[in-house]
Nanobody, 122 residues
């Protein structure tokens, strides 16, 4: 059974940095992508970025490009989202998920974590 679990969400001030972690377990992730999405109540999940489990470049949304970095640690079975220059508009619940290919569409992902809240205040 595939399991993904996010952690690291917090309340921070604008301009701060914060790293989220996604621990994966229960199945092989070779050949898969791990994506990060964000979601506000009542809204669809929005693409943040993805990375292939066994390497290759990461892909980012326009909003994340240059501020966020995704890394993966295969030995630790985790993928991290490193966020810097946080803005109030970055406030959301952040999710990690698994897909068989790079996609910016949340419907391409078949397994999801429970989410972790990021709140950015002035």
């Amino acid at each position: 059974q595939v399991q993904l679990a996010e952690s690291g969400g917090s309340t921070v001030q604008t301009g701060s940095s914060l790293s989220l972690s996604c621990a994966v377990s229960g199945s092989t992730f070779g050949g898969y992508f791990i994506g990060w999405f964000r979601q506000a109540p009542g809204h669809e999940r929005t693409f943040v970025g993805t990375i292939g489990w066994h390497g290759g470049r990461a892909y980012y949304s326009d909003n994340a490009e240059g501020r966020f970095t995704i890394t993966r640690d295969v030995a630790e079975n985790s993928v991290s989202l490193h966020m810097s220059g946080l803005k109030i508009d970055d406030t959301d619940t952040y999710f990690c998920a698994r897909a068989r290919y790079h996609s910016e569409d949340w419907r391409s992902y078949d397994s999801w974590g429970q989410g972790t809240q990021v709140t950015v205040s002035s």
